[in-house]
Every structure is written in structure tokens, then in C-alpha cells.
């Protein structure tokens, strides 16, 4: 399923937008992009979000943010405090707006991180939604200046979350390296994304690199946060659920096509990162797609 285009309004007196979108039923399935960013936290619910070809549990103070054109969705499962609707607050600003802050502001210039880490899509860790949670509340109510200074507490307060986690893999072509880190890094990340469905070895990626074996293990887990192994399965297992969600193939076909010589490999492998087995996530999300 194609997702469709969204045009993001923004009011004639302001340079960004603000949602306090309040659901008494449920948060529908809306398959969508948009160029915009996207900064989205969800109350009072619990669901599914669906990121691309991630497909995740979302709960009580989810806090995410999608960068330009990124597809996404959340289906709601059961509102938490049934007195309650669901509660998404979202904000929205352009990729220009936030390139002009930095600009202006050398203050902000923290920013670039985050927002080059976006491009892959990050889910902020708990303490950081707690913290922000009363700030983002309180924006509904918040008039243009004070609003705007908000929004500038937010976005610096998050790029201090160390424990953010990117949802999607890095893009080797905009995000996997944000200027400073290794080029080294980037040869192989481009390497893995054009070869990932290929028997990848760990001795090849390091001689990309030009480094040992031993190196190439520190360097990558220092900039990714996992092995490489883990960084290809989590390519592959992303790809097939694509898969499972767009057709009908055979689930064994699947595997075969995401690199997997194993179907009992790739049906541990797919479950232990998704919680369910291939077919399965097929017939609880694949409704969604057709």
C-alpha cells in the first residue's frame, strides 16, 4: 500500500503547527507521509505504531520523531483510562525552518544531530517523555512567542537524550554518519545496504574498512549501538515484513528473497525481533495494507 500525501498546514502567524488531536474511539490506521518533521506524542493509549516497515507496541507517553517523507501510522488497540479519549500531540516544522535556527543560532547547533538522526526516526526514552510530557501539555494553550521558546526547550532537551533509539536502519546516504564521525563507517554501511540479502562476513566488512577485525567490532558497535550481525538481521527482517505486508508470498519465499538460506533461522531471527512469528505479523498488520 502506497502511502498517501499529507499537506501540513501552517497558520498565517506562526512558522510551524501544532495538533491536539483527541479521539474518543480510537486512533484509526492512516498511512501517510509528509516533508515536514514530525515530533508526536501519544497519551492516554496503546497500540501499534507503524514506521515504514517497522511495525512496534507504542504505550502511554510514546514520544517519536519522523523525519521528512518517513511513512507512518498509529492504530490505536485500548484507550488506558477509558474516561478519556486518545491524545496525539503533534508538531510539525519544515526541514528550512529547523536549517535556519541553526544557522541564526550557533546555540542550537546541537540540533544537526538530531535532526540527521531523525532522517532514520527516534523513539525518545522515558525519562526524556516524562520530563517534556507537562511542556508539550502545555503548548496547547501557548500563544506564538511563548509557544515558539517551548518548542526551542523541547528540541534542545532532547537532543541530550542519550538513550533515544533510532527505529528505522541508518541511511548511508544522509544519516548514518553525522559530520565528525568516521568516513570508514559510511564505506560500510554503504557496502551493507547495497549487499545485505548477500552472505555478508565479518573479516570483508573490516577490510572495507581497512581495519582489523578486532577494530571494525569497537568502531561499529561505537557508532550504530549493536554488532553488525544484528545491524544486517534487523535490515533483512525490516525488508520482510515490507514483504509480508504488501503481498501474499510464501513466507519461505520471503526469507529466501531477504537473504535467509534458513527458514527456521529466519523464523527466530523475525520473532525475536518482532514478539511473533512471520505469519503471524501477516494476518494481525497485513489487513492494514490491502
Known amino acids: 500500500m502506497k502511502p498517501s500525501f499529507e499537506k501540513i498546514p501552517t497558520p498565517t502567524d506562526a512558522s510551524w503547527s501544532m495538533l491536539n488531536r483527541r ?43 519522523l523525519g521528512p517523507n518517513v511513512p507512518h501510522s498509529w492504530c490505536s488497540a485500548e484507550l488506558i483510562d477509558p474516561e478519556q479519549p486518545h491524545v496525539a500531540l503533534v508538531i510539525w516544522f519544515s526541514q528550512a525552518w529547523a536549517q535556519s535556527l541553526v544557522a541564526l543560532f550557533p546555540e542550537l547547533g546541537s540540533l544537526q544531530a538530531l535532526l540527521a538522526a531523525a532522517q532514520c526516526a527516534l523513539h525518545f526514552s522515558e525519562p526524556a517523555s516524562k520530563e517534556l510530557r507537562p511542556i508539550i501539555e502545555a503548548m496547547v494553550d501557548q500563544q506564538g512567542p511563548e509557544r515558539l521558546v517551548s518548542l ?54 573490516a577490510d572495507i574498512a581497512c581495519i582489523s577485525v578486532s577494530a571494525f567490532h569497537r568502531m561499529f558497535r561505537r557508532h550504530t549501538h549493536c554488532t553488525a550481525l544484528d545491524y544486517i538481521a534487523r535490515l533483512r527482517i525490516g525488508r520482510a515484513c515490507a514483504l509480508l505486508l504488501q503481498g501474499n508470498n510464501p513466507v519461505a519465499l520471503i526469507a529466501e528473497t531477504v537473504g535467509y538460506a534458513s527458514l527456521a533461522l529466519f523464523n527466530r531471527q523475525f520473532k525475536a525481533q518482532k514478539g511473533i512469528a512471520p505469519s503471524n505479523f501477516r494476518k494481525r498488520h497485513g489487513h492494514h495494507f490491502r
Open 23 to 65: 479521539l474518543a474511539d480510537d486512533i484509526p490506521f492512516e498511512w501517510h507521509h509528509h516533508p515536514e518533521y514530525e515530533l508526536t506524542l501519544t497519551l492516554n493509549s496503546r497500540g501499534h505504531r507503524y514506521v515504514s516497515s517497522d511495525v512496534r507496541l507504542y504505550d502511554d507517553g510514546d514520544l517519536v520523531l
Open 152 to 205: 526551542l526547550q523541547v528540541l534542545t532537551r532532547l537532543t541530550r537524550d542519550t538513550n533515544a533509539q533510532r527505529i528505522l536502519p541508518d541511511k548511508p546516504t544522509d544519516a548514518a554518519v553525522v559530520p565528525g564521525e568516521d568516513v570508514r563507517l559510511q564505506r560500510v554501511l554503504e557496502h551493507i545496504h547495497a549487499h545485505y540479502v548477500e552472505p555478508l562476513a565479518i573479516p570483508e566488512l
